[in-house]
């Protein structure tokens, strides 16, 4: 079995950091895409960034320039980097494992950046 574990979110002001871990265990982590998800109250879930097993990085419109997806292979941990968030980032959190139809996801973290 495949268990991801998201961390690192709260409440934050706006303009200001935050990073989000998800921490991976039960399969060989270097061999599959991992990807963010966002969803807020009332809206569909949205792809906010992915990174591939070489490297490859893609980022929603929304978040490019502001947002940084990374991987740290020795601690089977993804990140997120969020910079210069502004209120509409607010949403719960989750990370995927991109593998099969419907991939692997964790419980999500809740953001919330208000002032």
């Known amino acids: 079995q495949v268990h991801l574990v998201e961390s690192g979110g709260g409440l934050v002001q706006p303009g200001g950091s935050m990073r989000l871990s998800c921490s991976t265990s039960?399969?060989?982590?270097?061999?599959?895409?991992m990807a963010w998800y966002r969803q807020a109250p009332g809206k569909q879930r949205e792809l906010v960034a992915d990174?591939?097993?070489?490297?490859?990085?893609n980022y929603a419109d929304s978040v490019k320039g502001r947002f940084t997806i990374s991987r740290d292979i020795a601690k089977n941990t993804v990140y997120l980097q969020m910079n210069s968030l502004k209120p509409e980032d607010t949403a719960v959190y989750y990370c995927?494992?991109?593998?099969?139809?419907?991939?692997?996801w964790g419980q999500g973290t809740q953001v919330t950046v208000s002032s």
């Open positions: 995927n494992l991109v593998v099969g139809p419907l991939g692997y």
């Open positions: 039960g399969t060989i982590f270097t061999s599959y895409t």
């Open positions: 990174i591939t097993n070489i490297g490859y990085t």
